[in-house]
Nanobody, 131 residues
Framework: QAQLVESGGGLVQPGGSLRLSCAAA????????VAWFRQAPGKEREGVSC????????YHSDFVKGRFTISGDAAKNTVYLEMSDLRPDDTAVYFC????????????????????????WGRGTQVTISS
């Protein structure tokens, strides 16, 4: 059974850092484009970052650009989201997701920010930024 499991969330102070992990089971994650989304209470799910499986091209939304980095480790079947200079408005549940077909798409803004383009989701990991 294919599944994604996020981990690494927690409570950190503003300006702090976290590394989120997205571990895949039951399939080879490296064959798929992977995106990170987040959802804060009362808000819609929003695209954060995306990594193309074929080109390695990455996309980061403007609100995290320069602070977050998406990367992958094929040997560990895992994708990471390195987050630094965290702010209170980064507080959310963070999800990783893959589309239904193996890769080949570039992480354009439309693709990276559209939750409907992704069919396999993890359960999420809570990130809370507070002093």
């Amino acid at each position: 059974q294919a599944q994604l499991v996020e981990s690494g969330g927690g409570l950190v102070q503003p300006g702090g850092s976290l590394r989120l992990s997205c571990a895949a089971a039951g399939f080879t994650l490296d064959y798929y484009d992977v995106a990170w989304f987040r959802q804060a209470p009362g808000k819609e799910r929003e695209g954060v970052s995306c990594m193309s499986s074929t080109s390695g091209h990455t996309y980061h939304s403007d609100f995290v650009k320069g602070r977050f980095t998406i990367s992958g480790d094929a040997a560990k079947n895992t994708v990471y989201l390195e987050m630094s200079d965290l702010r209170p408005d980064d507080t959310a549940v963070y999800f990783c997701a893959t589309p239904p077909a193996v890769g080949g798409r570039e992480c354009t803004p439309d693709f990276a920010r559209d939750p409907d383009a992704y069919t396999l989701w993890g359960r999420g990991t809570q990130v809370t930024i507070s002093s």
